[in-house]
């Protein structure tokens, strides 16, 4: 064996074949590729529990006439790769082994990511893994963090189950002398994964001028229910400042009134003082 390929580490981590015997289902474009190892795979699949390890490997194929040198890393998924630099002999296919983890505690689904390489020059290369975490679907949410404002209501939906949920609103409002909002259910523009936190607005619109409302938003998703209450006061603060002034005012105006009045009836007059001085 060559002395290139004996530097390029242990049988263990790193195998290496020559292009006369390697499997022909490497994809080999101009250049060097990147493929999975033993069969035409066009991505890594994977499945387990959450807290398992699964491995794979990959293969890096050099058709040409010099060694590359490539960088090898995961994206979006905690992937392992037994090297992350490797160097590849003309017309030689290196296969390196990895690890792709399920993590504990991860809701079950779908997960994406990659596995990439790229030379000196900046060319890459990557091949899709897809990792399905197993484990039973349980649908739940909460609404939380009700308020009411002068521009609407918001609100947060928090998925606590273990799968993708996409949430339908209803919303209610009951006030003093009646019901003053009622909204029938209808599908809101989100999709929610498992674990994830949305804050949300429902706009209101000819809302009450005067009155003390119960507001009552009820969430449903794939048999999942959740309902949150809060209580609003509506008050024309402005209209009743205006109000206020204008009691002011007349209260300051008669107040004046009165107190002038009540000087000129303890001031005695002039034609009084002169007939007494008569006498």
Same mark, same amino acid.
């Given at each position: 064996?060559?002395?290139?390929?004996r530097?390029?580490?242990?049988?263990?981590?790193?195998?290496?074949?020559?292009?006369?015997?390697?499997s022909?289902?490497?994809?080999?474009?101009?250049?060097?590729?990147?493929?999975?190892?033993?069969?035409?795979?066009?991505?890594?699949?994977?499945?387990?529990?959450?807290?398992?390890?699964?491995?794979?490997?990959?293969?890096?194929?050099?058709?040409?006439r010099?060694?590359?040198?490539?960088r090898?890393?995961?994206?979006?998924?905690?992937?392992?790769?037994?090297?992350?630099?490797?160097?590849?002999?003309?017309?030689?296919r290196?296969?390196?082994?990895?690890?792709?983890?399920?993590?504990?505690?991860? +809701? &079950? =689904?779908d $997960?994406?990511g990659?596995i @990439?390489?790229?030379? !000196?020059?900046?060319?890459?290369? %990557? #091949?899709? *893994? /897809?990792?399905?975490?197993?484990?039973?679907?349980?649908?739940?949410?909460?609404?939380?963090?009700?308020?009411?404002?002068?521009?609407?209501?918001?609100?947060?939906?928090?998925?606590?189950?273990?799968?993708?949920?996409?949430?339908?609103?209803?919303?209610?409002?009951?006030?003093?002398?009646?019901?003053?909002?009622?909204?029938?259910?209808?599908?809101?523009?989100?999709?929610? +994964? &498992? =674990?994830? $936190?949305?804050?949300?607005? @429902?706009?209101?619109? !000819?809302?009450?001028?005067?009155? %003390? #409302?119960? *507001? /009552?938003l009820?969430?449903?998703?794939?048999?999942?229910?959740?309902?949150?209450?809060?209580?609003?006061?509506?008050?024309?603060?402005?209209?009743?400042?205006?109000?206020?002034?204008?009691?002011?005012?007349?209260?300051?105006?008669?107040?004046?009134?009165?107190?002038?009045?009540?000087?000129?009836?303890?001031?005695?007059?002039?034609?009084?003082?002169?007939?007494?001085?008569? +006498?």
């Amino acid at each position: 064996m060559p002395s290139a390929v004996r530097a390029l580490g242990p049988p263990l981590l790193l195998m290496l074949t020559l292009l006369g015997t390697a499997s022909p289902a490497a994809a080999r474009p101009a250049g060097w590729s990147l493929a999975p190892a033993g069969g035409p795979r066009p991505s890594f699949y994977a499945e387990g529990v959450p807290g398992t390890a699964l491995q794979d490997t990959v293969a890096v194929t050099n058709p040409g006439r010099t060694p590359v040198t490539v960088r090898l890393r995961g994206t979006g998924l905690p992937v392992v790769l037994a090297r992350a630099t490797l160097t590849v002999p003309a017309r030689t296919r290196a296969e390196v082994p990895f690890t792709v983890a399920a993590p504990s505690g991860s +809701a &079950p =689904g779908d $997960r994406s990511g990659a596995i @990439e390489a790229r030379d !000196g020059t900046g060319r890459t290369a %990557r #091949v899709p *893994v /897809r990792l399905r975490i197993s484990g039973p679907r349980l649908a739940a949410l909460t609404v939380e963090h009700l308020a009411v404002h002068p521009d609407g209501i918001t609100y947060q939906l928090v998925n606590r189950g273990t799968t993708v949920l996409v949430p339908t609103l209803a919303v209610r409002a009951d006030g003093t002398f009646g019901r003053v909002l009622d909204r029938a259910p209808r599908p809101l523009p989100v999709r929610l +994964a &498992p =674990g994830a $936190r949305r804050t949300l607005s @429902e706009p209101w619109h !000819g809302r009450p001028f005067l009155d %003390r #409302v119960d *507001v /009552r938003l009820t969430v449903t998703a794939d048999g999942a229910h959740a309902t949150a209450t809060t209580a609003a006061t509506f008050v024309p603060w402005g209209t009743l400042g205006a109000l206020a002034g204008l009691a002011a005012t007349a209260t300051a105006f008669l107040v004046r009134r009165r107190a002038r009045r009540t000087r000129e009836s303890e001031t005695p007059s002039r034609e009084a003082e002169l007939t007494g001085a008569v +006498a």
